[in-house]
């Protein structure tokens, strides 16, 4: 991207600190690309193990004999998070101490998830907190760098996140979002910048927040906007509800954008829509790859093209290739074994007390010296209900491939497989941004087909002649339909989510029961 100056908006009040950020930001680059991989990954083990092995856990798993990271993938099964709580965690909540990790356990980060169950209680310390930060500012240096005319630190920014507020379930130990955690690592000298403001910040009504935060961010030098990209267009949508009946476009509205930082879902079905919006803007996007357990990797080079992973984050990476994944003793990669091409299930153990931690995102890398990944989706969410073996990253695809065949944007969308008189096929329930023309449902549905076809061979196979998997149904719902939906179940929200891809039947049950109402 060519960038030809940034301008100025009169009486911000903001000042800045970009050119002492670019001197942080080349010195920060260097270090990170001297980096050795696999040399601070066996050492963080070997730190977290040490550190860890007067707790129970780190007893009973006889840390005391683990020298290398083959003794300790030995000794310490991979788990998911039912398993940690249902054994270690559940029986002490919300007091954990010395359980799984030394002291008191401070945080819980209460996961997002997609509504399709209850809240995971993450135990999180100051530490993750501090290495979440350092993700975010290994990422800011890439981006500095990358510009070294950049202004981002002059203005505001924006971050479309849920409520601050935290909860206490006992003294001491607090609960809720990491977005919730993580904001009292703001200096205090930078908050002023940031919005929403703290009385905006914790409305848990979020078509409100968004109605009232369109006008204030158009008072604002804004110069970065964060957020699932998802509720990003939500809320740029409303902006140009307000405001496009007086003409421009994104980068009239906010002329000194520079980044937009975008994570928590496949970005692959927005990419056009913002393509869209930022023409002729000087914005990028970039992603940042978090979760309710830590950073794991951000964007140090152009989109699409891997996210390098966060190696001074308090996390140890651990990769189980995603064919192996239901074994009961799979095969456990690291980052000295993993090799490019291969879709690996990510386990994680961190400074939280979280071992070899099944975090059930789906990966794959493209580089290893220096290690860049790409998220492609999660372990249990394809479609496989009959033999298809569909991977999420390939529905995102073909979804995205229809949007552009019939020149809309997607906004939302859901998949799942259903069983009928007619036969067995998909249904997808689909929200757009833009009028569609009469055969656009038909096309749509052609160009879906189509590309699992040509993508996945067991789709293909079923689907000769209808023979085990009929034609899929696509359904196009009105603008603020999926919206809706979660607001009937309370889960509207930036750090709540759609599911993409539904297996619990009644769940899809509920949600196309109260969809078909809007189609």
């Not at 550190?51 to 780190?58: C, D, I, S």
């Amino acid at each position: 991207m060519t960038r030809v100056g940034v301008q100025a908006r009169a009486g911000t009040g903001f000042a800045d600190f970009s050119p002492l950020a670019h001197v942080v930001a080349k010195l920060r680059h260097k270090t990170l690309e001297r980096q050795d991989a696999q040399r601070m990954q066996a050492g963080l083990l070997r730190s977290l193990i040490r550190r860890a092995r007067n707790t129970a856990f780190g007893t009973a798993h006889g840390f005391e004999k683990i020298a290398c990271v083959e003794d300790y993938q030995r000794a310490v099964p991979v788990r998911d998070y039912d398993a940690f709580w249902n054994e270690w965690w559940q029986a002490s909540y919300p007091r954990l101490e010395n359980v799984s990790w030394p002291g008191r356990i401070p945080y819980f980060a209460l996961s997002s998830g997609t509504t399709t169950g209850r809240s995971k209680h993450i135990p999180y310390t100051s530490e993750m907190r501090r290495a979440a930060v350092r993700g975010f500012l290994d990422l800011l240096a890439c981006h500095l760098v990358r510009h070294p005319e950049s202004r981002l630190l002059g203005g505001a920014v924006l971050g479309l996140t849920g409520p601050t507020a935290l909860q206490s379930p006992d003294a001491g130990v607090n609960a809720g979002a990491v977005s919730a955690i993580t904001a009292d690592a703001v200096p205090r000298h930078l908050r002023n910048r940031i919005l929403p403001p703290a009385e905006l910040a914790n409305c848990n009504d979020w078509q409100e927040k968004i109605h009232r935060l369109a006008p204030l961010a158009l008072q604002t030098d804004l110069r970065m906007l964060g957020g699932s990209p998802n509720w990003m267009l939500i809320f740029l949508s409303e902006v140009e509800r307000q405001f496009g009946k007086y003409g421009g476009t994104l980068a009239d509205w906010f002329p000194n954008l520079e980044l937009i930082v975008h994570g928590g879902v496949n970005f692959t079905p927005y990419r056009e829509a913002f393509k869209t919006l930022l023409t002729g803007s000087l914005a990028e996007t970039r992603e940042l790859y978090s979760a309710s357990e830590g950073v794991f990797a951000y964007a140090d080079r152009d989109d699409g093209e891997g996210l390098r992973l966060h190696l001074n984050g308090s996390v140890f990476f651990e990769f189980i290739p995603l064919s192996d994944v239901d074994d009961t003793s799979p095969v456990r990669h690291w980052i000295a074994n993993v090799e490019t091409g291969v879709d690996y299930a990510v386990v994680v153990t961190t400074a939280a007390g979280l071992w070899s931690y099944l975090v059930g995102d789906v990966v794959r890398f493209v580089d290893v010296k220096p290690p860049r990944l790409l998220v492609t989706g999660r372990v249990s969410q394809g479609l496989s209900a009959f033999g298809e073996h569909l991977l999420e990253s390939e529905i995102a695809a073909a979804v995205a491939k229809a949007a552009a065949a019939v020149k809309t944007h997607v906004v939302e969308y859901t998949v799942s497989a259903v069983r009928e008189a007619s036969g067995n096929r998909h249904k997808y329930f689909v929200e757009t941004n833009t009028p569609l023309y009469a055969d656009a449902e038909r096309r749509f549905t052609d160009v879906v087909d189509a590309a699992l076809s040509e993508k996945n061979e067991d789709y293909q196979e079923l689907r000769k002649n209808d023979l085990a998997i009929a034609a899929p149904e696509v359904v196009f719902v009105t603008t603020g339909a999926f919206a809706a939906w979660m607001q009937s179940r309370r889960a509207l929200g930036g750090q709540n989510k759609v599911p993409r891809v539904v297996s619990d039947e009644d769940l899809f049950n509920d949600m196309a029961g109260f969809l078909d109402s809007f189609t």
